[in-house]
C-alpha cells in the first residue's frame, strides 16, 4: 500500500468508528437514556447485594408499591439472606419505554448456610417525567428455584 492509500485508508478507519462510537452512544428516547439504564441497573445490584432490601426497594416503582408492597414478614424474611452471587443477562427492550433482564442470584441463609440459587426476571419501565427507570416487577422470589 502507498503513503496515500494508507492514509486514506487510516482516516477512513476513524472515522467509521467515531460514527460506531457515536451511534452507540447515543440513546433512544423511546426506551429512555441508556446510561441511565445501565447506572441504575447497577445501582439494583448494589443496593440489593450490599445495602439491603430496603435501599432495594427504593428503586421499585412508586405505583407498583402502592399495590403491591412488601409484608413487614417478607422484609425479615429477605434480611436472612445475603447474596453471594448476581449474574446479570442483557437488557432486552421489551415495549416503548420497558426493558425485562434476567439476573441469576446465588443466595445464603445467614442462619443455617445453605445456598439457593434462583432467575430474577427484572421488568423496567422509564418515566420520563421523573426522568428515571423503575423496577415494576418487585422483589425477587424467594421461594423461586
Request: include cysteine.
Amino acid at each position: 500500500m502507498s503513503g496515500r492509500t494508507a492514509f486514506i485508508a487510516s482516516t477512513l478507519g476513524a472515522l467509521l468508528c467515531a460514527v460506531f462510537l457515536l451511534t452507540g452512544c447515543a440513546s433512544d428516547p423511546k426506551s429512555g437514556d441508556a446510561r441511565k439504564l445501565e447506572t441504575t441497573l447497577s445501582a439494583y445490584h448494589s443496593a440489593l447485594r450490599w445495602h439491603g432490601v430496603e435501599q432495594a426497594l427504593a428503586m421499585h416503582d412508586p405505583e407498583v408499591l402502592k399495590e403491591h408492597a412488601p409484608t413487614p414478614f417478607e422484609i425479615e424474611h429477605w434480611k436472612q439472606f445475603r447474596i453471594v452471587g448476581y449474574r446479570e443477562g442483557t437488557a432486552v427492550p421489551d415495549g416503548e419505554g420497558r426493558v425485562q433482564q434476567r439476573v441469576a442470584i446465588e443466595l445464603v441463609n445467614v442462619n443455617t448456610q445453605s445456598v439457593r440459587n434462583l432467575v430474577d426476571v427484572q421488568e423496567w419501565r422509564y418515566d420520563a417525567e421523573a426522568k428515571r427507570w423503575w423496577l415494576t416487577s418487585g422483589l425477587p422470589d424467594l421461594g423461586a428455584r
